[in-house]
């Protein structure tokens, strides 16, 4: 007989590399859902719960607290341990009154980073724009899509949670403030310092400098966090 549906599990030693979690405690583990991240980008609610946040030690203890309802994904309380939570969602857990808030480390890992209190906001990057009948739409790289915002492909918005209402849009442009997310300075903080238009042969350049260096990196890299020299949300 065939299955019915995609696998809900899989090998621990077949896990994206993004999912920091030890290789050899089990053999099986929890397989992320098609959601509003890809599966290379993203990890299951129910290894934050387990592995990260240490709420739980089993999987059944993992159900049992979502089914609860009491962990919010962005403002949304979420029940399935298979949903996948992206860069910069907010994870909270009400009973414990913590929240989280899903970045980056320095070898392109998620990791959870404790706010001081549960975040109402949150920041998306444009990942396409389009003309349709509707009017100009503009879909986030988290799947969101909103009509009559004035904002280009690699800008950025800030949005209210749970709502999802578009508060704010940076631009990307020199002088933004930007949040690498691949290469050798991934998970660290540069300033916008010039833009070099990309050719058919040649993607977009963006040239960034911290408080150590200058360096160069592709456009797909920088997520625009805020202007000038803060970030429009908390991050640490």
């Not at 946040?53 to 919010?72: D, F, M, Y």
């Not at 833009?195 to 150590?212: D, E, M, S, Y």
């Amino acid at each position: 007989m065939s299955t019915k549906g995609e696998s809900k599990r899989t090998k621990t030693r077949s896990m994206p590399k993004q999912i920091h979690v030890s290789r050899k405690e089990t053999y099986w583990t929890i397989r992320g859902k098609t959601g509003p991240h890809s599966k290379d980008n993203s990890m299951p609610l129910g290894i934050i719960i387990r592995n990260f946040t240490k709420n739980a030690s089993t999987l059944r203890e993992v159900k049992a607290i979502l089914k609860r309802g009491e962990v919010k994904v962005n403002g949304v309380i979420r029940d399935d341990h298979q949903f996948s939570v992206g860069l910069f969602d907010v994870v909270a857990i009400e009973k414990q009154k913590t929240s989280y808030r899903l970045l980056f480390d320095s070898k392109e890992r998620l990791v959870l980073k404790k706010l001081e209190k549960e975040s109402k906001e949150k920041i998306c990057k444009v990942a396409s724009k389009i003309m349709t009948k509707k009017g100009i739409q503009i879909t986030t790289n988290d799947g969101r899509v909103y009509y009559g915002i004035k904002a280009n492909v690699e800008d950025s918005v800030k949005i209210k949670l749970p709502e999802g209402k578009v508060e704010e849009v940076i631009e990307f442009k020199e002088g933004a403030m930007a949040y690498i997310t691949k290469g050798a300075h991934c998970a660290e903080t540069a300033i916008v310092k010039g833009i070099v238009k990309g050719t058919a042969r040649r993607a977009k350049l963006v040239n960034l400098a911290n408080v150590k260096e200058e360096f160069e990196t592709v456009a797909k890299n920088v997520f625009i966090i805020g202007k000038g020299k803060s970030a429009v949300v908390e991050l640490v």
